[in-house]
């Protein structure tokens, strides 16, 4: 409906959907709206500029590994492993076959707890409370996992690092990992419910046709809802993946309803993966990384890129002879959702699908703004 | 249809009378942090050799090698800290660890800049 839309009333008034937490994150939208259709929005990002590409120029890889957690608050554990693989591709750093495995699960429970905020910030932007509570209180689960195994709920510091992980997993992690998924079970079958509350306010809003969609670089979910199967674990395959199989969800009606069912089938896909990370992860014991000694970076260039819960994440290193990479640029695959994609779907629509819209991109204006 | 789906949500309820409660009464009781956490720091000040390489790492700068009868050793600002573990990492000598104590809070800013000695009575 928003493609054919044509938009020709003059603006009545401004509206801002403004930068605060609960509503949009740290995110503001500037709206021109006619009655109750926007009829221009503007992304107005800025508000969560940390200049991390700058701080990172200015420290060794193990402090950089602590610095990428920060990177997106929503899913740590990922940008860790990209930039460690960036780290590792340019050093030449060999990395031990368990802390592959070790790696994986970690990036695959890291994707399942960023896809439950996703829900979680979907149900409060449209009001659907029960949603939203339900889905922080399975994501608890994952990061009590988190805290026994890396230190941290949140943050690991760095965890998976270059050259490996920082810790060795502690026996009895299989059963934790396993109820955990066990429980998560009950969260996809609520998630799949025919849920009168999100069909209405979902249903239809926000439709991204696939060729607007790759013009506007959308990636991940958001392109896999339009019709798509591009995903950079089957395309350019990192880790162990090419050694697990599992399927990429993908549909064709590219509205804010299929963005939401591929967000709970990939949750799905990822409980299936780590099963099989469970079954088959090597139970030799494993030397932790530990942050003894820095060899000058070489110099060169690497461009490395992974598959986050949101999109394609990338990073782009330059080393240059010394222990502190000279440039390191970070591709957030939000940045992309958030300003040209949202504001062409924003157009001609109403306000009140304004936040469906809106969560439906599953932002981060952590990664839009670095 | 309609009383069988009120009488499950009543059953429901009724169950929830004989259920663990989730939460617990802090300060006096505490959930139960796993080994792996990263809490305050101790410090051995016997085993430390006052290298400095936990300075060094310290990305948030929140250490600072200080004079001491022993020695040089480290005093920690744990408003700085970023809680990484990379100091405890470092340290040749395995003196430096974090534990599961979480920081107390303080009123005045400058009681959490904690001296080498401070560190070191805690462990006991």
Redesign the interface.
């Known amino acids: 409906m928003n493609d054919q839309m044509k938009v020709s009333r003059d603006p009545d008034y401004d509206l801002y959907f403004g930068p605060a937490h609960p509503g949009s994150g740290n995110f503001g939208v500037k709206l021109k709206i006619s009655g109750e259709e926007v009829v221009e929005a503007r992304a107005d990002p800025g508000y969560l500029h940390r200049g991390f590409e700058k701080l990172m120029e200015y420290?060794n890889p193990?402090?950089n590994a602590?610095?990428s957690d920060r990177i997106c608050v929503f899913e740590p554990l990922n940008w860790n492993l990209v930039h460690a693989e960036a780290v590792e591709r340019l050093t030449g750093k060999e990395v031990p076959e368990k802390a592959r495995w070790i790696r994986v699960l970690m990036a695959e429970l890291s994707r399942m707890q960023s896809h439950l905020i996703w829900y979680a910030g979907t149900c409060l932007g449209i009001g659907f409370d029960t949603g939203f509570k339900l889905a922080l209180v399975y994501r608890d689960y994952i990061l009590d996992l988190f805290?026994?195994?890396?230190?941290?709920r949140v943050?690991p510091?760095?965890y998976i690092a270059p050259g490996g992980v920082?810790?060795d997993l502690?026996p009895g992690w299989e059963e934790k990992v396993r109820g955990v998924m066990k429980k998560l079970e009950k969260m996809i079958k609520f998630g799949k419910l025919e849920n009168p509350v999100l069909e209405g306010r979902m249903k239809g809003v926000g439709r991204l046709n696939l060729k607007n969609a790759r013009n506007l670089g959308a990636t991940g979910p958001v392109l896999r809802a339009s019709g798509s199967k591009d995903d950079v674990r089957r395309d350019v395959p990192y880790e162990i993946y090419p050694e697990l199989d599992f399927e990429i969800p993908s549909e064709k009606e590219g509205d804010a309803l299929t963005r939401y069912r591929i967000g709970m089938k990939e949750v799905e896909e990822s409980i299936f993966i780590t099963e099989q990370v469970i079954d088959r992860m090597p139970s030799a014991r494993m030397e932790p990384v530990?942050?003894?000694f820095f060899p000058p970076m070489p110099k060169g260039e690497v461009f490395v890129r992974n598959e986050l819960s949101r999109g394609e994440g990338g990073m782009h290193m330059i080393g240059s002879g010394s222990e502190h990479p000279y440039r390191c640029k970070i591709r957030g695959p939000s940045l992309s959702h958030q300003v040209p994609v949202l504001e062409h779907l924003l157009k001609g629509s109403q306000i009140a699908d304004v936040p469906a819209i809106y969560w439906s991109l599953n932002p981060c204006p952590a990664d839009t703004d670095r | 249809m309609k009383m069988r789906k009120s009488l499950r949500i009543v059953l429901e309820i009724a169950g929830n009378l004989f259920r663990r409660v989730l939460t617990v009464r802090f300060p006096e009781q505490s959930l139960e942090l796993p080994e792996a956490y990263r809490g305050e720091h101790v410090l051995d000040t016997e085993k430390c050799k006052g290298c400095g390489l936990c300075a060094d790492i310290c990305s948030s700068k929140a250490i600072r090698m200080v004079e001491t009868a022993e020695g040089k050793r480290p005093e920690i600002d744990a408003s700085k800290c970023c809680y990484c573990g990379l100091c405890e990492d470092v340290c040749p000598a395995n003196a430096l660890r974090l534990t599961r104590h979480l920081s107390e809070s303080v009123r005045d800013p400058s009681d959490l800049v904690k001296r080498p000695k401070e560190v070191k009575e805690k462990s006991k």
């Open positions: 420290r193990m402090q602590v610095l805290e026994s195994i890396t230190g941290g943050y510091a760095g920082r810790r502690r530990k942050p003894r």
